[in-house]
């Protein structure tokens, strides 16, 4: 076995989560990237996840470990955990030898994660598991997937091709939910994608570091970014947004270009967010769990981040005076944060231009980029439909009539394959 690069075992030593969880199936130490499935009661989806891998080129599934994460809490249904034991079953049974399969078993006595704990610490599980099992003479990747999402056969040959040539430690993969059977679900899956590809967009158009969409089955990491980032965080949900916002801060994140997932467009009320709940709240309550930002607020957000840029040394009256002149509201959002601390320390650290827009970058990340948007967007917009269309204007782009249409522009921009 080739020796450990001493950042990963003080990474191994210092923040990984590994016992009492071992890795069981088939696999060797000398991977070039390394796939992480959280499963929850997923005996029926499982199988088609992993099918839609084997059909990836078999140079590419040869050289990466598949990683399934079968875990419940401790206090979970019986219904959960026994649908868990069955899913175990069927890993030791599995009959694709063209994966390099192992998981990991979190669901049995004295095995279960704890109360409160779920998917987060599931991938972080994973994750640290896996990092032992890469080639650190090359430059292995992780790569993270759920076990109801399926994958196209260019996705791995995407990723290696990606991070063969990219800068950044992190990626976003492009994605497309799956077609629902019944219509008020496809409906309401449609419009939850057309409010993430939106969001994107519209940061995008302000410059924003953080232009990018976070779907926990669609990212990707080198293994060296996984532990500059501190690991994979243990949050219940969200999970993956923090994990990219820290990716965005230490090494950056890039966009794979040629390989597709499909996440299921399924409704779930697992998480207090994200696509399950948003489908959920939609289809059964008639509500729409997230408000679609306007183009002003985006136009706030870009002039603030241009005057960063260019201000970067004036002092703290001073920038709160330009940025009441772009907007009352930006001032009193930045009073609300201490931009004035801030922003001194900001300049008593960091003398050049880089390092301090790097680090107010740091600062001023996707989360507050994201309270500053929902601060300045009315409270009473117009229609998601002219929303949409006057970011469409703003960006240069043709105005459409429907929100398929809509869609459609905006997968093609992101790079998803139609």
């Not at 219904?79 to 175990?88: E, F, G, P």
């Not at 998917?119 to 430059?139: C, E, N, P, T």
């Not at 301090?356 to 917009?381: V, Y």
Request: aromatic letters at 10%; one cysteine or more.
């Amino acid at each position: 076995m080739t020796a450990l690069p001493s950042t990963l075992l003080s990474y191994l030593h210092k923040r990984a989560v590994t016992e009492p969880w071992t890795l069981e199936g088939r696999f060797r130490d000398n991977y070039d990237a390394c796939i992480v499935i959280p499963a929850l009661d997923e005996f029926e989806t499982l199988p088609k996840t992993l099918n839609s891998l084997s059909k990836n080129s078999l140079e590419f599934l040869s050289r990466t470990l598949v990683i399934v994460v079968v875990n419940h809490r401790v206090d979970s249904a019986y219904s959960l955990q026994h649908d868990n034991k069955k899913t175990l079953q069927q890993l030791k049974d599995y009959p694709d030898n063209s994966l390099q399969l192992a998981w990991v078993d979190a669901c049995s006595h004295r095995l279960e994660l704890p109360v409160k704990q779920g998917v987060g610490l599931a991938r972080k599980i994973g994750f640290d598991l896996g990092l032992s099992q890469l080639d650190w003479q090359a430059k292995p990747f992780l790569i993270s997937l759920d076990a109801d999402t399926l994958v196209d056969a260019n996705y791995l040959a995407s990723l290696f091709a990606h991070f063969t040539a990219s800068d950044c430690g992190g990626a976003v993969i492009p994605f497309r939910h799956s077609p629902a059977d019944d219509p008020a679900q496809e409906q309401a899956i449609r419009h939850y994608e057309l409010y993430l590809r939106s969001y994107a967009y519209g940061l995008k158009l302000a410059g924003s570091p953080y232009a990018y969409t976070s779907i926990g089955s669609a990212f990707a990491c080198t293994a060296d970014a996984y532990l500059q980032a501190g690991g994979m965080n243990r949050r219940l949900a969200g999970e993956d947004f923090y994990f990219l916002q820290q990716l965005a801060k230490t090494t950056g994140i890039g966009e794979v270009q040629g390989g597709m997932v499909f996440p299921s467009p399924r409704i779930s009320t697992r998480v207090p967010f994200g696509t399950g709940r948003a489908v959920c709240s939609q289809t059964e309550e008639g509500i729409a769990p997230f408000t679609f930002c306007t183009q002003p607020a985006f136009f706030v957000l870009k002039e603030w981040l241009s005057l960063v840029n260019t201000y970067w040394q004036v002092n703290t009256d001073e920038i709160l005076i330009l940025a009441e002149n772009i907007d009352p509201q930006l001032r009193t959002f930045l009073k609300r944060l201490n931009l004035a601390d801030v922003w001194s320390q900001l300049q008593n650290n960091h003398r050049e231009h880089y390092q301090f827009i790097k680090n107010f970058h740091c600062w001023f990340d996707g989360l507050r980029s994201r309270q500053l948007l929902m601060t300045l967007t009315r409270a009473e917009p117009d229609s998601e439909l002219a929303i949409v269309n006057e970011l469409f204007r703003w960006g240069g782009i043709d105005l459409q009539q429907t929100e398929d249409e809509l869609l459609m522009s905006l997968e093609k921009i992101q790079g998803v394959l139609v």
